[in-house]
Each structure stands twice: as C-alpha cells, then as structure tokens.
C-alpha cells in the first residue's frame, strides 16, 4: 500500500514565521502535490511536482514556495506565515499524471 | 478557466440511493474522477471515468456522459458510513494536475 507520510497532523505558528510542512512517500512516485482544502471551498492547488528539483505554480501559489531534493520528499514552505493561510494542508502523490492521487492524512495548521 | 459544479450538501436515508452530480467547464477532458473524504481523514479515490457509461464497484458506480459535460457518483444500499465529503475531479489533459470541485458533504441518517 502507498503511504504518504505528513510530518505534523497539527501545527500552530505565530505571523511571520517561517513554516515547513514536510511530505514523504515511499511508493517511489514521479508526481507529488500540494493541496490545501479550506471549507466550502475544496481542494486548492498550491504547487507540484513531476520530478526531483522540479516545481511548477499551482493555482494559488503566493505565499508559499515548495522544495523536492529528493524524489520522496516534498516539502512546502511559507516563508512568512499569516493567519490567511490557517487551513489544512493535504500531500497527495501519484506514480503518472492520470493515476489514483494518495493522500497524506494532512496537517492541520493555525497561524496566530 | 476550469470549473465543476457539484451540489454543496446532499442527504439521504440509510439503506436508500442516492446520486450526486457533477458538471464540468474544462479546457480539456481525459477523465473524471471521484474521492471520498471522512471527517479528520485523507481523501481517497473512488472511481474514474474515461469513457461514457456506467462503472461499477460494489455498492459504489460512476456514470459518465462526454458529451453533457456530465458525471454522477451512485451509491446504493447506504450505510452511516457512507456520511463523508465527495469530490469530483476532472484530468484536463494527460500531464496536468487534477482540477477538483468543491465537494458534495453527504449525510447519512437512520
């Protein structure tokens, strides 16, 4: 079974703060995302990745930027948190671009 | 751009059927797909549609009309297990991320 590994289910940061959320996959996927999913309004894109030091802009990428060193980590980064970007962050990864997404069990972060 | 529209809320009694819908504005269209979402817990993949027709796994099917810009999840037999959030999903083309719709939260009740 794929498993996506979030390093925190739950995360409170002050504003301004810089935040890492780690993701981890160990089915050896091409394809790793982030997502973060806020009531009513579903799941969002912020970046992805098709491969190792890869990264493209999602559809709501400002104020995040994301690394992938290595081909089972991927790890989204806010550079100065605000409290706007209090929601849940969910990882997903996929082995081709059309295949089942596998989420990670998400983290739930509070900027204060 | 792209959307889907799925309604917001749905409720339907245990042991009934129950059919949510899903439309979609898309740029392009290699497929639809559907994740279910338990409070607290990962989305996880339900079906996937390429084609039109019906797919069936279990109590679970998934329609698909190409030409309607249409799609619905069918779940029969409900349990209260079933309560949990459903989300629709188009593949625009064969190497760009999914584009989700915002989710059906459906509730089961005795």
């Known amino acids: 079974d794929v498993k996506v590994t979030q390093s925190s289910r739950y995360l409170v940061k002050r504003t301004g703060e810089k935040v890492f959320l780690e993701c981890v996959q160990d089915?050896?996927?091409?394809?790793m995302f982030w997502y973060r999913q806020d009531p009513g309004l579903g799941l969002r894109l912020i970046y992805f990745s098709y491969d190792v030091k890869m990264k493209e802009k999602g559809d709501i990428p400002e104020g995040y930027s994301v690394s992938r060193e290595k081909k089972e980590r991927f790890s989204l980064i806010l550079e100065s948190a605000s409290t706007n970007q209090t929601s849940m962050y969910l990882c997903a990864s996929t082995g081709t671009a059309n295949s089942p997404l596998h989420f990670g069990n998400g983290t739930r972060l509070t900027v204060t | 751009g792209q959307s889907l529209e799925q309604p917001s809320e749905v409720t339907a009694v245990e042991g009934a059927i129950v059919q949510i819908n899903c439309t979609y504005q898309t740029s392009g269209f290699y497929g639809l797909s559907w994740y279910q979402q338990h409070d607290g817990g990962a989305p996880t993949f339900l079906s996937y549609?390429?084609?039109?027709g019906l797919e069936e796994t279990g109590r679970f099917s998934s329609f698909l009309s190409r030409s309607d810009s249409y799609g619905y999840l069918l779940l029969q037999e409900l349990q209260m297990k079933d309560s949990a959030s459903y989300f629709c999903a188009v593949s625009v083309s064969g190497n760009t991320p999914l584009v989700f719709g915002k989710g059906t939260r459906l509730s089961v009740i005795a």
């Open positions: 089915m050896d996927h091409e394809n």
């Open positions: 549609n390429a084609l039109d």
